[in-house]
């Protein structure tokens, strides 16, 4: 559908009703002021089909006139003006940012908000959604609208305002991307890492325990030598590594000679006055 051609804002309901089906605008019949549909399954019932729209609107004349959105029909986006505030300064953004060329018809509706309708291509279908702080709602495949010259609250009616005959889908959803832009992410600062020596063999021992086959006894000998440098004694590189390395795969025998070994290494380099060795770099101490 490329354009719509809407009733004048005088015609009788029924007549308008017939209108939107001839055009191929899926109609069906709701409560007066309410929005709520008359039919069982709601705008499920919405047809194009002359005969049923005509006797709808025989059996409830004075039925507001309901118009699926989506498919071949049309998309329409919702300005909502509420007490707490309005759309219309939103809107005016998203004219600024060319999001809403292309539309076929502005609506003014009962409560002063508008409906700005679009021609919705059935090959894109777009959902439903709000951005309720923005004030703006849209309605695709899946929703309804009420149309004019239906009734709203007391004696207001929806009225075309202006149309246009350049009409074109619109993005709904770099529409709502430009209402609800994505959270700046809050990125936490950096942690301080802990380097007290119960901590840094934590570490040490988590390195050992993750070791394949073919490089476990040497990364405990390396892990052990650490240990060894930061002064503690070996009892405690037994408990802590030797558990790690069982957890690796080794033998607790041969996890326990080659911590052994490690400290004696480390012993000997600092009776020469040799330095500790570095740390790999898979590991921050």
């Not at 080659?258 to 790999?280: K, N, Y």
């Amino acid at each position: 559908m490329t354009e719509v051609d809407y009733p004048a804002p005088a015609a009788a309901l029924p007549a308008a009703a017939f209108h939107y089906a001839r055009q191929g605008l899926r109609v069906f019949p709701c409560v007066p002021e309410h929005k709520r549909p008359l039919t069982e399954n709601g705008f499920k019932d919405a047809t194009t089909t002359l005969a049923t729209v005509e006797s709808w609107w025989r059996s409830w004349p004075w039925a507001s006139i309901g118009i699926a959105t989506g498919g071949n029909g049309v998309d329409v986006l919702d300005i909502d003006v509420y007490a707490s505030g309005d759309g219309y300064g939103a809107f005016g953004q998203l004219e600024d940012a060319g999001l809403v060329e292309g539309w076929a018809a502005k609506v003014r509706t009962p409560s002063g908000g508008m409906h700005v309708y679009f021609p919705a291509d059935p090959a894109w279908p777009q959902r439903n959604w709000a951005v309720t702080a923005a004030h703006i709602d849209f309605r695709g495949d899946g929703g309804y609208v009420i149309a004019p010259p239906s009734f709203g609250a007391g004696t207001k009616r929806y009225e075309v305002v202006d149309t246009a005959l350049a009409a074109r889908p619109v993005d709904a959803a770099r529409i709502r991307d430009f209402l609800r832009p994505p959270p700046t992410p809050i990125v936490a600062p950096p942690r301080e890492l802990d380097r007290s020596p119960d901590a840094v063999v934590r570490r040490i021992a988590a390195f050992v325990a993750r070791q394949p086959e073919g490089n476990r006894n040497r990364a405990l000998f390396w892990a052990a030598c650490r240990v060894a440098e930061l002064g503690l004694p070996e009892e405690y590189a037994h408990g802590a590594l030797g558990i790690a390395a069982q957890r690796a795969g080794l033998q607790q025998r041969e996890a326990e000679t080659t911590i052994r070994s490690a400290f004696r290494t480390v012993s000997a380099a600092w009776s020469l006055g040799i330095e500790p060795g570095p740390s790999p770099p898979s590991v921050r101490l």
